[in-house]
C-alpha cells in the first residue's frame, strides 16, 4: 500500500498541481521524499528543489523554499529556482575560455559574460529519475544529465549525475558527480535553492541572521567578475565570520550581496561547515556543511515582482542563495583552483542540510 500510495501521490501532483507537464515530448515529474514532517520535492526539469517543508519552534510547518505552483512556471521562468546550475555556474568573463591552446566561445547570457552556463545551462534541461526509492530507510532520488560535445560551447560529452537523500527527519543530503566521457571539460555545479526560514510567504530575509565560515572573498569588478584577488573580509561588510543579521551588513552594500566565500577549514573530500542560517520568529536553523572550496552568497537582489507558490509575490531580498560550489571563473584565472574535468579525474561535489529549532535564539 505504502508504494502505491507514493506513486499515486507523484502522479496526483503532476497532474492536478502541474498542469502540461511535459516539454517536446519528455515527461516532467514531481517527486517527493519524506521523512515524519521533514518533506522535499523535486521536477526532473533542472533536477530542482520545489518544496521543502519543516516545522518552526512550536511545530508549525512551512514551506522555505521559494518557487512556483506548475511546471509551466517553472519552464517558462527565467531563472534559476531550486535548480542545479552548470555545466559551469556562476560567470565567465567575456564568455570564453582557452583550454589546451584552443579558445572556446560560449553564450554571452549576462552582459558580455556567461552566467551558470548560459540560458539553457543544466536547469533548463530534462534530467532523466533513476533509483526514486521514496519508501527506503534513507528515501532518494538520483537524476542524471548527458550533455553533448558543444552543448552551450562547451567542450566533450559529459554525464552529470545528482542525488538527494534524507538521511533523517532533519538532514538532507545532496551529491553531485560528473565524468568526463571524451574530452577534459571545465565543470562547476551548484544547487540553486533561494531560501527563507520563515516560510516563502513571511516577505524578505533582512533579519534572517548568517555566519558564514569563509574568511575571504575574491574581489569583483563592475561586471560582477573576479578581479584574480582574494581578501581578507575582516573590517568590511562582508565580514559574517561572527553571526550578524544580513540587513545590518547592508547599510554599506544597499544592493544586497551577491559574492564569493573561500571557506576556512580542511580541504579535500572531507565535508566542513559553510553557514548557519537563523530566523528569529520561527526559530527555525540551517546548518550548510559541503566539501567545496567555496560559497556564493546571494540575496535574492534581482527579484522584482516575481509571482510564486499561491500567487505570493516575491520581491527583492525574499530569499537568499547559499551554493556551495568552486571558484567563479577559474577558467581564466591560473591562480585558481582548476575546475577541470576529465575521464580520469571526475567532478565530485557533496552538500548536507541540517534543519533544527532554536527556543533561545533572539
Not at 554571452?108 to 559574460?113: I, K
Not at 571563473?329 to 580520469?344: G, M, W, Y
Request: charged share 15%; net charge neutral; proline share 4%.
Amino acid at each position: 500500500m505504502g508504494k502505491f500510495s507514493t506513486l499515486f501521490q507523484v502522479i496526483l501532483f503532476v497532474f492536478i498541481g502541474y498542469v502540461n507537464g511535459d516539454v517536446c515530448g519528455q515527461k516532467i515529474g514531481v517527486y517527493e521524499l519524506k521523512k515524519g514532517n521533514f518533506s522535499v520535492k523535486f521536477i526532473n526539469y533542472g533536477a530542482s528543489i520545489v518544496s521543502v517543508v519543516v516545522p518552526d519552534k512550536y511545530g508549525n510547518l512551512a514551506d522555505i523554499v521559494l518557487g512556483f505552483d506548475s511546471i509551466q512556471d517553472y519552464v517558462q521562468r527565467k531563472g534559476n529556482f531550486g535548480a542545479i546550475v552548470g555545466r559551469v555556474a556562476n560567470r565567465i568573463s567575456n564568455a570564453r575560455f582557452t583550454l589546451n591552446g584552443t579558445v572556446y566561445r560560449l553564450e554571452a547570457n549576462d552582459g558580455n559574460n556567461t552566467i551558470h552556463g548560459g540560458s539553457k545551462g543544466f536547469s533548463h534541461v530534462i534530467w532523466e529519475v533513476n533509483n526514486y526509492n521514496p519508501e527506503d530507510p534513507i528515501p532518494q532520488i538520483n537524476f542524471t544529465y548527458r550533455s553533448f560535445n558543444g552543448e552551450e560551447g562547451f567542450p566533450g560529452d559529459l554525464t552529470a549525475t545528482v542525488s538527494y537523500y534524507l538521511l533523517s527527519e532533519t538532514h538532507l543530503a545532496v551529491e553531485m558527480k560528473a565524468i568526463a566521457i571524451n574530452h577534459p571539460t571545465p565543470v562547476n555545479l551548484a544547487q540553486h535553492a533561494y531560501w527563507n526560514l520563515g516560510g516563502h510567504t513571511s516577505g524578505d530575509i533582512l533579519s534572517h541572521q548568517v555566519q558564514i565560515f569563509g574568511s575571504q572573498i575574491t574581489p569583483v569588478d563592475n561586471q560582477m567578475i573576479p578581479t584574480g584577488e582574494i581578501k581578507a573580509v575582516q573590517g568590511t561588510p562582508y565580514d559574517f565570520l561572527t553571526p550578524q543579521i544580513i540587513g545590518n551588513n547592508m547599510s554599506k552594500l544597499p544592493n544586497g550581496f551577491d559574492i564569493y566565500y573561500v571557506l576556512d577549514g580542511l580541504k579535500g573530500t572531507e565535508k566542513k561547515k559553510a553557514a548557519t542560517l537563523r530566523e528569529r520568529k520561527s526559530g527555525r536553523v540551517l546548518e550548510l556543511w559541503t566539501t567545496a572550496e567555496g560559497l556564493q552568497f546571494y540575496t535574492g537582489n534581482g527579484l522584482t515582482n516575481v509571482t510564486g507558490k499561491g500567487g505570493f509575490v516575491y520581491k527583492a531580498h525574499a530569499g537568499l542563495c547559499l551554493e556551495t560550489q568552486g571558484f567563479p571563473d577559474a577558467v581564466n584565472h591560473p591562480n585558481f583552483p582548476s575546475e577541470i574535468v576529465t575521464k580520469e579525474n571526475p567532478y565530485e561535489h557533496s552538500m548536507l542540510f541540517k534543519f533544527s529549532t532554536d527556543q533561545l535564539f533572539n
